[in-house]
C-alpha cells in the first residue's frame, strides 16, 4: 500500500492526506455530493468539440432487419416452439 501522501479536495480545496477520508479524491461524503450534483446539473462535464449530434452516423449496411437474410428465409421456426 501506498504511504498517505496530501492533496487537495477538487470541491472546496481543503489539505488533506489521502488516508484520512473514504471518499477519495474528495476530503468527505458531502464534498464527493456536491460534485456528484454538479455533475448531474450539468453545471461541469468533460470537454468536447461540437454537439453529440453532430457526429456522423454509420451504418453497417443497409440490410432490412425486419425481413430474414436470403440464407435464411428458407427455414422454419416451428422447430423452436416446440
Not at 40 to 56: F, Q, S, T
Request: aromatic share 8%; net charge negative; with cysteine.
Amino acid at each position: 500500500m501506498e504511504p498517505p501522501v496530501k492533496i487537495n479536495c477538487p470541491t472546496c480545496g481543503r489539505r488533506f492526506l489521502s488516508d484520512e477520508t473514504p471518499a477519495m479524491p474528495f476530503c468527505s461524503k458531502r464534498c464527493q455530493l456536491i460534485d456528484l450534483g454538479r455533475w448531474m446539473n450539468e453545471e461541469i462535464g468533460l470537454p468536447h468539440e461540437g454537439d453529440p449530434g453532430d457526429a456522423p452516423v454509420e451504418y453497417l449496411d443497409d440490410r432490412d432487419l425486419t425481413q430474414p437474410s436470403p440464407e435464411r428465409q428458407n427455414e422454419s421456426f416451428h422447430r423452436y416452439s416446440e
